[in-house]
């Protein structure tokens, strides 16, 4: 019933009323106006009985006309109320049946989407799971069968790997360092090493041993320490190096006098000044003495001093980083500068030639071999069975092949890599071996 009133506020409604409102007003005030001026004029007669009657019924007519439209307006504004009502009840239920669907789709998508998940999860979990339990399978066979080669050990395998770490070592001594006697001493004892084994298998790796020996004490040793040392002393010696100078006679030196005596009895010292006479229109030879002055002027000489040391520096760096063109090529540029303006019949200049000349037959360079044929051989026998199984089968879980590390001697030695069974006076031993072949 609220909603059924409510239109009959509307605009058009109110202003409906307004119009018949003020047609009522206007026809009351007319009525008024007319009875007051039929009071205030001549006073007629009152209107017979039938004429009230017809004024009634027009104004009952005028009032069914005025309300016939404002109920018609009513009416239609209350069907169009309900209509709208309808419709927005239909799409409110029509929004409200989407939307469930829209949310049933979307919670049955997350749902398919979360099982998928969850099953590809289960499905990685369950392979993980496989390859790992096989992984595992794996290190517990190479495990077993490491425990297995374990118990079949031989006490004598240690010298084995001694042998084995001694021709490493050996390798990247005559790799980093070049030294050629370090390196026939460590191969020598890791000869010694197999000779203890006492197993005709591993004559193979002697062998091989004895190859590489052969070969490096056939191949030189750098001596390039000494090589810089002594082009430092050199060095030092050339401010004290005398120059190549000349003799200039004295101005004042008077030639000795010819001239003949009248006296008979100097008839002697007459004859030897003829014959002196006679000689020097020949041969004329003249013993001077005076000023020792030098080549070169102070100026040059410090220049040529400091030339040479530059000179002997570049030698010395070519030494150092085994440039043997430019060591050979310095040193004989500056035995050249030394026999062209230094007196060579002084003996620290002829002592600075034969210094230089013993350094140009030294090698400042040679191509060595990066590894040594022993350490392969030893590695074929070790992986044939005839090496530690710890070794191989620690590789093989790891599955890591090892490499020489570029490291100096003392490096290696401070490594983890010296086997266990090598024992303190086993290594005092290693040392004093390398440093007899060092010397």
């Known amino acids: 019933m609220t909603e059924s009133a409510t239109p009959l506020n509307s605009p058009k409604a109110n202003e409906s009323a307004t119009n018949v409102n003020s047609d009522t007003v206007s026809s009351d005030k007319g009525a008024a106006k007319k009875s007051t001026s039929t009071k205030m004029g001549t006073q007629k007669p009152p209107a017979s009985t039938s004429s009230n009657k017809i004024s009634k019924l027009a ?30 009840n239909k799409i409110s239920k029509q929004n409200s049946t989407v939307l469930d669907r829209y949310q049933s789709q979307m919670q049955q998508a997350l749902t398919t989407q979360q099982q998928n998940f969850e099953q590809q999860l289960q499905q ?156 020097n229109d020949f041969i004329r030879i003249r013993s001077r003495t005076g000023i020792i002055e030098p080549l070169i002027s102070p100026e040059q000489q410090a220049n040529l001093k400091e030339n040479l040391t530059l000179k002997i520096q570049l030698a010395l760096w070519a030494a150092s980083e085994r440039k043997s063109d430019i060591y050979q090529k310095s040193l004989t540029e500056i035995q050249l500068w030394i026999n062209e303006f230094f007196d ?60 020489p590390q570029e490291k100096t001697v003392k490096d290696i030695k401070a490594t983890s890599e010296m086997p266990e069974a090598l024992q303190p006076k086993q290594h005092e031993q290693h040392e004093q071996e390398k440093s007899e072949g060092s010397l």
Request: hydrophobic share 40%; charged share 20%; glycine share 2%.
């Open 59 to 88: 104004m009952f007519a005028l009032l069914i006309a005025l309300a016939a439209p404002a109920g018609h307006y009513y009416w239609q504004q209350l069907q169009n109320q309900q209509l709208t009502q309808t419709l927005t």
């Open 124 to 279: 990685v979990i369950a392979k993980i799971n496989n390859t790992s339990q096989s992984r595992i399978t794996e290190l517990n066979a190479s495990i077993t069968q490491l425990e297995q080669r374990i118990k079949q050990r031989q006490p004598n395998d240690w010298l084995l790997h001694e042998a084995e770490y001694l021709i490493r070592i050996a390798s990247r001594t005559l790799w980093l360092e070049h030294d050629t006697k370090a390196a026939i001493g460590l191969l020598k004892g890791a000869d010694r090493r197999l000779t203890e084994l006492n197993d005709p298998a591993f004559l193979p790796v002697r062998a091989v041993l004895q190859q590489d020996i052969k070969s490096l004490a056939l191949m030189p040793s750098l001596q390039t320490d000494e090589i810089i040392l002594t082009l430092m002393a050199v060095s030092k010696q050339v401010a004290e190096l005398p120059l190549a100078i000349v003799y200039l006679a004295n101005k004042n030196d008077n030639e000795a006098d010819l001239t003949l005596s009248d006296d008979i009895n100097d008839w002697q010292s007459n004859l030897a000044k003829t014959w002196q006479q006679f000689f």
């Open 344 to 403: 060579m019949k002084e003996l620290k200049n002829q002592s600075v030639i034969k210094t230089l000349q013993d350094l140009e037959q030294k090698q400042v360079n040679y191509d060595y071999p990066n590894e040594l044929s022993a350490l392969k051989a030893i590695r074929v026998a070790t992986r044939n069975g005839q090496a530690s199984p710890a070794i191989s089968s620690k590789q093989k879980i790891d599955n890591v092949e090892s490499k």
